[in-house]
């Protein structure tokens, strides 16, 4: 489809921005400068689950494009929001746990039946 992005591109793009969300990590952590090492660190040790995995699970689960990623600890979990833009138009927000991506919440219009986000 015209003008419709690959999974591998929306990848591509949210790994930028998500890096550079990094150096923002967390409101326990404000002000500190290694907040992408400690973010890298738990991607290494398993700790959360890697950007293209969430991404995998939300393109299948959710249909739509990916507007905005941001990794954050909050509470002492990592967490991933994902911001999406469904194909009715209206923008949703996900906020997934970052160890086992369980669907923590989800913000956005209801559908037909009442649910918000409208999963697959």
């Avoid at 699970?57 to 911001?83: A, C, F, N, S, T």
């Amino acid at each position: 489809m015209p003008g419709t992005k690959t999974l591998k591109d929306v990848y591509l793009a949210l790994s930028a921005a998500l890096l550079a969300g990094l150096l923002h990590v967390g409101s326990g952590w404000a002000g500190d400068t290694h907040d992408h090492d400690r973010a890298r660190q738990a991607l290494e040790s398993g700790e959360i689950l890697p950007l293209r995995t969430i991404l995998e699970r939300v393109e299948r689960d959710y249909p739509g494009q990916v507007m905005e990623v941001e990794l954050d600890r909050e509470d002492g979990r990592w967490r991933y929001e994902i911001k999406l833009l469904r194909r009715d138009g209206a923008l949703v927000k996900l906020v997934l746990d970052a160890r086992d991506g369980r669907q923590l919440r989800i913000k956005g219009p209801k559908d037909k039946g009442g649910n918000p986000g409208a999963p697959r």
